[in-house]
């Protein structure tokens, strides 16, 4: 098993910034793939931004040039660097990995966090 413990949520004016991160943990295990996807309240969860283990990375085109994504592999912990936050930014954010464990891959999910945004 592999547990995430994300922190970081809260609630910020419009053209604020938040730092998500989120520090997986667990035994006999490797990373691979980790990212943020969110769920605004009567909308369908999506993606945010991905991140390899190598650092490749991608993000959903409503947040480019806005938010970062970024890893610490000594601290299993992902990082989501969010910057000129806007209202329909709110959403509950959610931390995912992709974690190898006895040579299968699980998906695992965070909680969630929530980011309220205010205009």
């Known amino acids: 098993q592999v547990q995430l413990v994300e922190s970081g949520g809260g609630l910020v004016q419009a053209g604020g910034s938040l730092r998500l991160s989120c520090a997986a943990s667990?035994?006999?295990?490797?990373?691979?793939?980790m990212g943020w996807h969110r769920q605004a309240p009567g909308k369908q969860r999506e993606l945010v931004a991905g991140i390899s283990s190598g650092g490749l990375t991608n993000y959903a085109d409503s947040v480019k040039g806005r938010f970062t994504i970024s890893r610490d592999n000594a601290k299993n912990t992902v990082y989501l660097q969010m910057n000129s936050l806007k209202p329909e930014d709110t959403a509950v954010y959610y931390c995912t990995v992709r974690a190898t464990t006895s040579l299968i891959a699980y998906d695992y999910w965070g909680r969630g966090t929530q980011v309220t945004v205010s205009s």
């Open positions: 667990g035994s006999t295990f490797t990373i691979n793939d």
